[in-house]
Structure formats: structure tokens, C-alpha cells
């Protein structure tokens, strides 16, 4: 029998955290939610055992429209408890994320089926990828619009950028917090955006990048990234990132930077049944 329930100690965060690193890159939502600056929209739940020992968690990402509930990889045993602690919670709609492998070489199904309190719909799924190159080839950008790194005094206009292409659940302020995020202006105005959902000490991950629809294909996309690429690099950390399965032309794009992928990530959207 587990139980799941709020952490109370940094002890226990340490706890939660050693088991998830055995799958680092499995678990990497889960791990930026522990790690500064998202643990401060994040929720984070042990889950225990009869006897009281840690045996895992997950958690609760508030940063978006919905709630997002971040399950842990692999760990079916304790799946029941996250979903009775999830039920009590009683969020009429939430989003939950689940990385289901490339080839989901372990045939376990995605934790969302046989959850009966809620009926799910499948939203997308991600690729994930990570930098394979300890450098990347830096092209002059003479012929782009200015870029310049981004500041907490642009989280509005970015966020109003983003939002015109759909991107408003996975953008928020405390991203900035990174120093790491950069935009493309054209007379003052945002026309492009890079930036990092989260960070852990082992790496980065880098999202949100969008140009405006009428400087596309000059290249825009591929020099925001490589400036925060740059930037996750001289922290001595891997950049990852998500790109969308059916968005070849961005996974041609991060490729030709030197990404490779490593996995999937489904998301999902439950509604009370």
C-alpha cells in the first residue's frame, strides 16, 4: 500500500530527487519542477510506502491554464496512489504528461488509461531531444532583425507574443529567471522568442522558440536557438528540448544544430468523468 502526500522537507525533496535522476532524461518535466525557478509554481508529492519510506513522486505543475500532473517513469507500483491523490484534489479538468519512450520498448501503458474519474483525450505528442555536440558552428546573423537577450521587463509582450500562436500554457515569468532567453525585434516590436522551460543542474530545456509568421524562413528560428544553446553550453549543461512529432521541419532544423532524439512524451487531457 502507498500513500501519497505533500512534501514537507528538502530532505525529502532530496529524496524524490535521487530516485528520478536513475532516469534523468525520463524524468526531465519532473526534475525541472523540483529545481529553481519552476519549483515556485510546482507542487511536489512523495509518495511513501507501508512502512514510511520515500519510494518516488511526482508533481503538480500550476504554471499554465491547468494543472499538470507530472507522473514519474516506469513506476506502475505506485501509479494507484498518484491517482487517488490526484481524485481528492478535485481539479474538474487537469493535464497530465508521461514520457512513453521511442519505441515504448517497455509496453507499459501511458498512466492515464483505466482512470476511471476522468475521461482522456490524448493532445500530443513530443519529441524530445538533447544535444549530442560539446560546441555548435555560429553563422552571422548581419542580415537578421536585432536580438537581444530578453528581460523580466518583456514577460508581458512575450507572453502576448506567444499567445497569438497558441503557446500560453507553457510560457511563464519565472522562465526569465534564467537569463537565458532572448528575442528578435524589428523597430521595438517582439517578432521572435527562445527561451528555457526549466533547468536542472544537468541540463536545460529549451522552449517557446516561435517567429512571427511574416519573418519566417530568413533563418530567425535557428539563430534564436543557437543563442541560447550557446548560453546552456557555458554553463557546462545539455540543452534538450520538445519539438512536436508531426513538426519535421523544426526536428530538421535542431538536427542540423546537432539534437538527436531520445525519446517521446505524451500529453494528455483529462476531464471529470
Do not use: C
Not at 519549483?39 to 510506502?49: A, G
Not at 523597430?187 to 527561451?195: H, L, S, T, V
Not at 542540423?256 to 487531457?269: I, K, S
Amino acid at each position: 500500500m502507498y500513500q501519497a502526500e505533500l512534501t514537507r522537507s528538502n530532505k525529502e525533496i532530496a529524496r524524490i530527487m535521487a530516485i528520478a535522476i536513475q532516469n534523468t532524461f525520463k524524468n526531465l518535466l519532473l526534475l525541472g519542477d523540483i529545481h529553481s525557478p519552476m519549483n515556485q509554481v510546482s507542487e511536489v508529492y512523495k509518495i511513501t510506502s507501508a512502512h514510511g519510506d520515500i519510494v518516488g513522486g511526482f508533481t503538480i505543475y500550476h504554471g499554465g491554464r491547468l494543472p499538470t500532473v507530472i507522473f514519474p517513469y516506469g513506476q506502475t507500483e505506485i501509479w494507484s496512489a498518484i491517482r487517488a491523490k490526484v481524485n481528492g484534489l478535485g481539479y474538474p479538468q487537469i493535464n497530465l504528461v508521461y514520457p512513453i519512450g521511442l519505441e515504448n520498448a517497455a509496453g507499459q501503458p501511458p498512466p492515464f488509461l483505466g482512470w476511471n474519474e476522468y475521461r482522456w483525450t490524448i493532445d500530443f505528442v513530443d519529441i524530445a531531444m538533447r544535444l549530442e555536440k560539446d560546441e555548435i558552428a555560429v553563422e552571422s546573423i548581419d542580415h537578421l532583425p536585432e536580438i537581444r537577450a530578453a528581460t523580466s521587463e518583456d514577460a508581458a509582450e512575450i507572453k502576448e507574443f506567444l499567445d497569438r500562436y497558441s503557446m500560453e500554457d507553457w510560457f511563464h515569468p519565472l522562465q526569465l529567471q534564467s537569463e537565458l532567453a532572448v528575442v528578435a525585434l524589428d523597430k521595438e516590436r517582439i517578432i521572435g522568442y527562445a527561451g528555457t522551460h526549466f533547468e536542472t543542474p544537468y541540463t536545460v530545456q529549451i522552449g517557446n522558440v516561435t517567429v512571427d509568421e511574416h519573418y519566417r524562413g530568413k533563418g530567425l528560428g535557428k539563430a534564436l536557438t543557437t543563442a541560447v544553446v550557446l548560453g546552456i553550453l557555458r554553463t557546462r549543461r545539455i540543452p534538450t528540448l520538445f519539438v512536436n512529432e508531426h513538426n519535421t521541419v523544426a526536428q530538421k532544423l535542431y538536427e542540423t544544430l546537432g539534437f538527436a532524439p531520445f525519446d517521446r512524451f505524451q500529453f494528455a487531457v483529462g476531464i471529470q468523468a
